[in-house]
């Protein structure tokens, strides 16, 4: 392999990266090392981005990777290991960051003349899985078995990216069983992810059968001893009661320093403000909805309206937190939103158990839930920034404390509580994006990483002291 005057940085220092190895492989296999050309590596992770994406920035010498081999005309691989110097657990100790390490695709090259003998060239990268994806189709009947099982298979006859050393290739890390156990399609010339979603869009947990929202995703999370990225099929509710991997106290970051004090990896901040919109809500049906179904296969139209009130199932799932007279107002007939509607076919037993409940008729009370559902896991989002820390991935969950002041008679303030209930407790990591940029006031690799985070239902004033 090729170099070009690469180098590591091994210092256990908080904010800075460690760039193990930053490679880029031609057509014929021939590898150049990039590390001194890099300006900026991002990659991200997403429950419902499916696929690890991530973008390189470098600074290049005209030449100087056409002497390598490399040309850089879509037909190149990215490899890297990475990791933070310092990551933060929750019994309060710093350890190392976790290493992440992949091999990916170079999708697209942006080339930007800066300099009469230098370009800036942005390169955007994903997972092979995703681009085997795009040329694979799948035209085959399952035979009966869960869905579950079903997208287990579709990862590893049609996704699964072999690699003839082993080294590379990425398993199922997390699995949720879906309820269902004879069910049975035809898929029809679908791409695998496709099909994927599709199961997922009408499937329920076997351990929660009141969850019927599941994502599939890929991510560094579970076991390291490899640090190859795995993929995972999870239940909302069954993620959301997960305990607490870290608590962050919510206090301002200082990563503009050039030195950062280890305490401020109990920090947290936020980066976009807490945004609640209760009317966008009612709007979209998370608490009530005209269902209007067209059922082609038994010639019939079936209306009903979906309540609040009146259904159990989303009461429990996911938790609203709504007081009793505002409950009635989003619950009348007058509030509820533009009708939903639905056409189905000839899937009459698309939800086929040995329940009394069958076919349409399961699969219309399904589709209240999931609505509801869908909506309810997006009342909440926040952005948040912490020091960089490469062993924080979605799927996640952590703990925002932030203290509860009340003024005193003096004048100053008291720490009532050390929560909040708008911003505090338990949130969902679904999005992670790591970044590492080349800093010339510190010589090394600065490194920030940046949390999307999802509470389950409305901020709650369970816990306040009266």
């Known amino acids: 392999m090729s170099g070009l005057n690469s180098t590591n940085h091994l210092d ?98 942006n080339k930007d003349r800066v300099d009469p003998n230098a370009t800036v060239i942005t390169i955007k990268f994903v997972s092979k899985e995703a681009i085997k994806n795009r040329y694979t189709k799948i035209s085959k009947w399952f035979e009966p078995q869960r869905k579950s099982e079903m997208v287990k298979k579709i990862y590893d006859n049609y996704l699964k990216d072999e690699d003839p050393q082993g080294v590379n290739t990425k398993e199922f890390n997390f699995l949720d069983d879906t309820e269902d156990s004879e069910f049975t399609c035809v898929v029809p010339n679908w791409s695998p992810i496709q099909t994927i979603r599709w199961l997922m869009d009408s499937s329920t947990s076997s351990e929660d059968p009141s969850c019927k929202h599941f994502v599939f995703y890929e991510s560094w999370n ?41 305490f401020q990896h109990r920090n947290i901040e936020f980066t976009k403000p807490l945004e609640l919109d209760l009317e966008k809500s ?38 609203k937190f709504l007081n009793e007279e505002k409950r009635n107002i989003i619950s009348s007939a007058d509030m509820n939103p533009s009708t939903e509607v639905k056409v189905l076919h000839t899937n009459r037993y698309s939800f086929r158990t040995n329940e009394t409940v069958e076919g349409n008729e399961k699969y219309k009370k399904w589709l209240q839930s999931s609505l509801s559902q869908n909506e309810t896991t997006s009342l909440s989002t926040v952005q948040l920034t912490i020091v960089g820390d490469t062993s924080r991935h979605p799927g996640e969950v952590i703990n925002i404390n932030k203290p509860l002041l009340q003024i005193k008679e003096d004048g100053k303030f008291e720490n009532i509580q050390d929560k ?24 090394n690799y600065v490194t920030e990483t940046y949390l999307q985070c999802k509470k389950d239902g409305m901020p709650s004033l369970e816990g306040i002291i009266e």
């Open 282 to 319: 009612i709007s979209k049906g998370t608490f009530g909805s005209k269902l209007i179904m067209h059922d082609l296969f038994r010639k019939k139209i079936i209306r009903q309206n979906f309540s609040y009130n009146e259904d159990i199932e989303p009461q429990n799932w996911p938790k």
């Open 420 to 443: 909040n209930v708008e911003i505090g407790g338990k949130w969902l990591v679904v999005g992670v994006t790591h970044t590492f940029r080349n800093s010339a006031a510190t010589k």
């Open 222 to 262: 579970g076991d390291f001893d490899d640090q190859v990225s795995k993929f995972n099929l999870r239940a909302w509710s069954l993620l959301n009661k997960q305990q607490p991997i870290a608590s962050y106290l919510h206090q301002p970051l200082k990563l503009e320093t050039t030195a950062i004090d280890l």
């Open 12 to 109: 256990v220092i908080p904010g800075l990266g460690v760039v193990e190895s930053l490679t880029i492989e031609n057509a014929v296999q021939t590898q150049t090392d990039v590390l001194a050309l890099m300006q900026e590596l991002t990659i991200t992770q997403n429950l419902y981005d499916t696929f690890i994406t991530g973008t390189l920035v470098l600074s290049v010498v005209d030449g100087v990777l056409e002497s390598n081999q490399i040309l850089l005309n879509g037909q190149e691989t990215l490899g890297l290991t990475v990791r933070s110097s310092t990551s933060y657990s929750d019994d309060g100790g710093v350890e190392k960051g976790k290493a992440i390490r992949g091999n990916f695709v170079i999708h697209s090259i």
